[in-house]
T-cell receptor
Framework: GAVVSQHPSRVICKSGTSVKIECRSL??????MFWYRQFPKQSLMLMAT?????????EQGVEKDKFLINHASLTLSTLTVTSAHPEDSSFYIC?????????????FGSGTRLTVV | GQNIDQPTEMTATEGAIVQINCTYQ??????LFWYQQHAGEAPTFLSY????GLEEKGRFSSFLSRSKGYSYLLLKELQMKDSASYLC??????????????FGAGTRLAVHP
């Protein structure tokens, strides 16, 4: 089945630094990739949708200059948390939709636990 | 805006049956998903409904009524390992013109011996 690889699984960084999270579709082409954030005991909140070769679409309330998304190819999307602060500490999860599969086929990465100290 | 509601917490006994309800009001719809999520892990796919009716898959079944904006997930023969959060999610074209998946707040299920 479809596999999405997300790295790193855990990262600790100092306040003010930037962190990059990668999301790769290993055995399929991902037309669209999604980035979610999840705080403890809360559900997944969609942050942005990225389509290969075009700018990401951000959800209301998500700062696009703080959360930089690049979807340079059909198999790779990256999320960079810039100038991270402790309140950015969260679980970040990517999801990819397979090209040509309309409504089925959202595959999730294993998530990245970000801790900003 | 989009609205997906489900109970926050439920408890049940090992071996029993539990039904987790989900109601939704969204501007678009092309399918409803149920996911299971254990703490600190990514969600895992359980079921997908796009037409009205019941979809059965082993101990798990999911029902959809599009006219009522209602779905439920039915878990039979509960096991301790079923203690997890269950997420209802709706797929559709909402703002931005792209098909996307949005989640309800999740239901934390605790299974007791």
């Amino acid at each position: 089945g479809a596999v999405v690889s997300q790295h790193p699984s855990r990262v600790i960084c100092k306040s003010g630094t930037s962190v990059k999270i990668e999301c790769r579709s290993l055995d399929f082409q991902a037309t669209t990739m999604f980035w979610y954030r999840q705080f403890p005991k809360q559900s997944l909140m969609l942050m942005a949708t990225s389509n290969e070769g075009s700018k990401a679409t951000y959800e209301q309330g998500v700062e696009k200059d703080k959360f930089l998304i690049n979807h340079a190819s059909l198999t790779l999307s990256t999320l960079t948390v810039t100038s991270a602060h402790p309140e950015d500490s969260s679980f970040y999860i990517c999801s990819a939709r397979e090209k040509g599969v309309l409504n089925y086929g959202y595959t999730f990465g294993s998530g990245t636990r970000l801790t900003v100290v | 805006g989009q609205n997906i509601d489900q109970p926050t917490e439920m408890t049940a006994t090992e071996g029993a049956i539990v039904q987790i309800n989900c109601t939704y009001q969204t501007s678009g719809f092309n399918g409803l998903f149920w996911y299971q999520q254990h703490a600190g892990e990514a969600p895992t796919f359980l079921s997908y409904n796009v037409l009205d009716g019941l979809e059965e898959k082993g101990r798990f079944s999911s029902f959809l009524s599009r006219s009522k904006g209602y779905s439920y997930l039915l878990l039979k023969e509960l096991q301790m390992k079923d203690s997890a959060s269950y997420l209802c999610a709706v797929s559709g074209v909402f703002s931005g013109g792209y098909n996307k998946l949005i989640f309800g707040a999740g239901t934390r299920l605790a299974v007791h011996p």
